[in-house]
């Protein structure tokens, strides 16, 4: 690694780094993400490296492993440049046929290709993919193209351009004005203006200011700002160097969740590299600016994605919130002016710098613009992480990137903004996603979670999921928030036990919006959404759990029985050997019963009988 | 020297108050009485318990929301309402969460009445600590003990001493038993489960002056 000491260091590295790249002629990117390692993509890696080193190919071919180019589902993922060709749920054993197929020969490994759901036909690369074709990957993109453990890779790929552009071109207010005039939105739910924190934050008295990345995703389902830090940390960390020239902060944090250690160890990996080539640490390409960042890691509380809470969690303090009268970006950190940024946010900082206000402005709609990562999740056929320009239909992502429903259920409603957000049902699929429609539905865009349900799930228990999901996570210094959420999963628990009384649903309403109005910090303001925007949406369900002591989706056990059909069943005899508790009876090749007190409605019947006997009701 | 004050608005009235005081403070001053439970003068204000929040517009127009006035600073045009409907359904939902799980203790009893409740209807469970933290910062902010803190997260939440043994730093002044709020006895008033008394407030002289808004209770039975 060289130490930079100007502009023209960093073009003649760059440049010593693309020429270097022109001697490989292939170019084999495996994914190495949370969901692909969990698939195994450190065999398919080792089983390349032995591949090549065999045949002697490891001068023309480029091993790398990335970050995640957000199909998940279908790992481990393994893209081959300069063809194009994309490769689904690699194993190792397929590994000998790409390297003697495709690379010595040029041509595609057909079952490893996706193949389209609706007429069969095997799709090459990955941008002819439905999953893909409509999404629009400005920070996912390069993903799959960066080996985040090495600078170069980034550079590679133009990175660090931004920050000299910055430094040298720019004055700190002109930056601000950049990106004022992109109108970026923070990407942590709230949408708050960037630039505006940021001249909050640059015109707060004070000599010491700090800049933190909040990488304390804890959303359900949700794994974006993961995906970022991992795949493509030089970025965040390009824009928290712009972010701190423009505020005048001089040292930074990027505070990660325990839960990510990938995260945590690409990020450290890229602070010493960059801290080495003196992209970090004192006078910074030669231009005076001094800027280092340090680590931080949580214990894994979710309210410490709170900033107050995070904050005091940095100070060694027990992550709990404060009272917010006063913002952080006067008094935050150590008690200094403190910017705080989603990852999202800071990824999205270099790119506009780049490609300036004007390109990034002309994204999305009148009042946000850009693009937007979600992490779909839940009952449709392709999950993962999904990158789209504000204004998309919700209709558009979930059935024509996700694919649709999964098996003939009807997709009922969709789940936005994790914990803090609503249920949006089907009927306003229309809803362009953006901010402030997401925020009309009774919402919110929220950091970015997309969970679809379909027929097969009881809203009552999903708003039973996440209230129970926040009491637990709930720090419980205000009253509203503790005994509230406590009272509230309290009602649900007895709504779905069949113990509901018609009092219930005034109650709860009528707890959901004091907790709302009264607690300290966002957790207990925004929790009682999922609860609100069900009732709202989801009246009916609740009634029927209440008035008929039934649950609808079948989901809720004590309201639910299970028997088997008279007509249908074949007398197999396969679920009488499934039962845990041997609740089923029949004579072979007779029809069966099932002994309702003995039923511990595990539901394991109905999934092996073939011939669809066995019905919920 | 002359201090500076600012002008806010509670409950229709104009009022110049000291730059820097929170509302909690100013109204107390002007004699408006606002119902606390965590907070205590010459300690640290805490904003947990919730019951002194007040509904709060920045610049009198329409748009506006709610804070607990013992943390919220006054600000010059700032219009305040103690006893607005949305407050007074916020304060009497925050007293039945609070009797309702600790209704032994003498202070949410008070406040329950206080805020005309007679009936609550979640479960009534008997916890003595009400986590108010009183105890926490008279140890830490007056006595410098640091000997007493919270463990634990959400309903796991409890007041306690470093690995649940008394540390050296305590020297027993018993600072944190003499504000604490759940050792007073509470009203032994005859009660069905569920059910509060409630006798205090009927009695249809109740002075509204009490500052402290922990207007005793005039239950025959209360051994107070």
């Known amino acids: ?617 | 020297m002359e201090r500076k004050t600012v002008n806010i608005t509670i409950d229709g009235r104009s009022l110049d108050v000291e730059e820097g005081n929170t509302i909690l403070l100013a109204a107390r001053e002007f004699g408006v009485h606002i119902p606390t439970l965590c907070y205590m003068d010459h300690l640290s204000p805490y904003g947990g318990c919730r019951i002194c929040v007040v509904e709060i517009s920045n610049n009198g127009g329409g748009k506006t929301f709610i804070d607990t006035s013992c943390t919220h600073e006054v600000r010059e045009g700032m219009v305040i309402q103690t006893n607005s409907p949305r407050i007074i359904r916020a304060r009497k939902m925050l007293a039945e969460l609070l009797v309702s799980s600790a209704p032994n203790v003498k202070i949410t009893q008070d406040i329950a009445a206080r805020m005309g409740l007679l009936k609550v209807r979640f479960p009534m469970e008997d916890n003595r600590c009400i986590l108010c933290g009183l105890c926490i910062r008279m140890c830490y902010e007056q006595m410098d003990g640091k000997a007493l803190g919270f463990v634990g997260r959400g309903m796991g939440r409890k007041v306690s001493m470093p690995f649940e043994v008394r540390p050296e730093t305590c020297r027993l002044c018993r600072g944190c038993d003499y504000v604490c709020p759940g050792v007073i006895i509470p009203c032994q008033g005859v009660k069905e489960p569920g059910e509060l008394c409630g006798r205090c407030v009927r009695i249809e002289e109740m002075p509204n002056c009490c500052p402290m808004g922990t207007f005793g209770c005039f239950c025959e039975q209360n051994p107070l």
């Open chain 1, 1 to 617: 690694m060289r130490k930079i000491k100007s502009v023209s260091d960093l073009e003649k590295w760059r440049e010593a780094i693309l020429e270097k790249e022109k001697g490989h002629e292939f170019i084999i990117s495996v994914c190495g993400g949370t969901g692909c390692q969990a698939y195994g993509c450190q065999k398919v890696k080792a089983a390349f490296q032995k591949e090549l080193k065999r045949e002697g190919m490891k001068e023309k071919v480029a091993l790398k492993i990335t970050g995640c180019p957000g199909f998940c589902e279908r790992g481990p993922l393994v893209t081959i440049y300069p063809q194009n060709f994309f490769y689904q749920r690699v194993k190792a054993e397929d590994v000998p046929l790409i390297i003697s197929e495709t690379i010595q020969h040029g041509r595609k490994v057909e079952h490893l290709l996706f193949e389209d759901p609706m007429d069969h036909h095997k799709i090459t690369s990955s941008q002819e993919i439905p999953f893909y074709r409509t999404q629009m990957r400005l920070l996912l993109s390069h993903n799959d193209l960066v080996d985040p453990t090495r600078t170069e890779d980034y550079l590679a790929i133009g990175g660090y351009g931004s920050l000299a552009k910055v430094l040298f071109q720019m004055r700190p207010i002109e930056v601000i004005e950049e990106i004022k005039a992109s109108g970026l939105r923070g990407r942590g739910g709230a949408g708050y203006p960037t630039a505006k924190k940021w001249e909050s934050c640059r015109k707060a008295p004070g000599e010491t200011k700090y800049v933190i990345c909040n990488c304390d995703e804890g959303d359900p389902g949700a794994f974006m700002d993961r995906s970022l830090l991992e795949g493509n940390p030089h970025s965040i960390l390009e824009g928290m160097l712009i972010g701190a020239y423009a505020i005048g902060a001089n040292e930074g944090f990027i505070y990660v969740r325990q839960e990510y250690p990938l995260a945590h160890k690409n990020a450290g990996i890229a602070i010493k590299q960059a801290r080495k080539a003196g992209l970090l640490g004192k006078n910074i390409l030669g231009s005076g600016f001094d800027f280092d960042v340090e680590m931080a890691k949580g214990g894994g509380a979710f309210v410490c994605g709170e900033s107050t809470a995070l904050i005091a969690s940095i100070e060694g303090k027990v992550g709990e919130p404060r009272s917010k009268q006063t913002h952080t970006v006067e008094q935050g950190l150590w008690g200094k002016p403190t910017n705080l940024n989603n990852v999202e946010t800071w990824a999205n900082v270099p790119l506009i710098i780049r490609k300036g206000s004007k390109w990034f402005s002309s994204i999305g709609t009148d009042k946000s613009k850009g693009t937007k990562i979600f992490s779909l999740v839940g009952k449709v056929k392709n999950t993962g992480l999904v990158e789209v320009p504000m204004g998309i239909t919700l209709k558009e992502i979930i059935f024509n990137i996700g694919g649709g429903q999964q098996d003939g259920k009807r997709i009922k409603a969709v789940q936005t903004g994790g914990p803090s957000g609503g249920c949006i049902p089907a009927s306003l699929f229309d809803v362009p996603v953006d901010f402030d429609s997401l925020t009309q539905v009774g919402s919110i865009m929220g950091s970015g979670g997309m969970i679809v349900m379909d027929e097969g799930t009881c809203m009552v228990d999903v708003a039973k999921y996440f209230v129970h999901f926040l009491q637990e996570e709930s720090c419980g210094k205000c009253l509203p928030c503790r005994e509230g959420l406590k009272r509230m999963g309290e009602i649900l628990d007895r709504i779905t036990e069949g113990k509901g009384d018609e009092e219930s649903l005034s109650l709860l309403e009528e707890l959901a919006e004091v907790v709302a109005d009264t607690s300290l910090c966002g957790l207990g303001k925004t929790a009682p959404n999922p609860v609100l925007s069900a009732l709202r949406y989801f009246r009916p369900e609740f009634e029927a759990h209440i008035l008929q002591k039934r649950c609808p989706a079948a989901v809720c056990t004590p309201l639910i029985q299970y028997s088997i059909s008279e007509t249908d069943c074949t007398g197999c005899g396969a679920c009488a050997k499934v039962c845990p508790t041997q609740a089923i009876k029949g004579e072979k090749k007779q029809s069966h019963l099932i002994l309702v007190e003995i039923c511990s409605k595990c539901g394991s019947c109905k999934d092996i009988c073939k011939s669809n006997a066995v019905m919920v009701q």
